[in-house]
């Protein structure tokens, strides 16, 4: 199975900072075929399911605001809140989907 | 509107049984793979198992942790999803989510919880 692994566990950001999330995984999720990466970010607030912020890594769902963003390739990855806002307090998790079983990180809580 | 509702979550001792359901609506159902996953109290979110379409065979693939133990199922004709779990323990209380209509998920039901406790 593919371990992905979030750092830090928790994040203290002030309102209007920078957060980031750093995902890592044990081998790659780049396919070579289609050179996408297979690694997707979700936000998750109690008492909600989880939201699908970002795909193939970088690619913004439709109606998440700009300030979310996601980079990175092969094993190493990054979402980054350029501002964060009061609405934002949440757990991301990052997930790869390359490959089953699909796998979680385990999850960075980002608080004010 | 593309709609997952999960139902049957209920306390349950420890091994035990419980059967849960995923209605879906807003798409053709029989066209997408139904995955499960779960939210442990404290606990990150763990993908459980999935279900694919009859062109796939109805193909199936479980977690480490449940495998044995849950089965993953549909019946198109009613637009529906299941998720049986047997041997049930303490540590599989959670919320547990379904998804569909692509991969990564991004429509998901609002969970329904399941406690296991003597």
């Known amino acids: 199975d593919i371990v992905v692994t979030q750092s830090p566990d928790s994040l203290s950001v002030s309102l209007g900072e920078r957060a980031t999330v750093n995902c890592k995984s044990n081998?790659?999720?780049?396919?070579?075929?289609?050179?996408?990466?297979?690694l997707a970010w979700y936000q998750h607030k109690p008492g909600q399911p989880p939201k699908l912020l970002i795909y193939?890594?970088?690619t913004r769902e439709s109606g998440v605001p700009d300030r979310f963003s996601g980079s990175g390739s092969g094993t190493d990855f990054t979402l980054t809140i350029s501002s964060l806002q009061a609405e934002d307090v949440a757990i991301y998790y990052c997930?790869?989907?390359?490959?089953?079983?699909?796998?979680f990180g385990q999850g960075t809580k980002v608080e004010i | 509107e593309v709609q997952l509702v999960e139902s049957g979550g209920d306390l349950v001792q420890p091994g035990g049984s419980l059967k849960l359901s995923c209605a879906a609506s807003?798409?053709?159902?029989?066209?997408?793979?139904i995955h499960w996953v779960r939210q442990a109290s404290g606990i990150g979110l763990e993908w459980l198992g999935r279900v694919r379409t009859k062109a796939d065979d109805y193909a199936t693939a479980y977690a480490a942790s449940v495998k044995g133990r849950f089965t993953v199922s549909r019946d198109d004709s009613n637009n529906v999803a299941y998720l049986q779990m047997n041997s049930l323990k303490t540590e599989d209380t959670a919320v547990y989510y379904c998804t569909g209509l692509g991969n990564p998920f991004k429509y998901w039901g609002r969970g329904t919880l399941v406690t296991v406790s003597s």
């Open positions: 997930q790869q989907y390359y490959l089953t079983p699909q796998t």
């Open positions: 193939w890594a970088s």
């Open positions: 081998q790659s999720v780049l396919y070579s075929y289609n050179n996408k990466n297979y």
């Open positions: 807003g798409f053709t159902f029989s066209d997408s793979a």
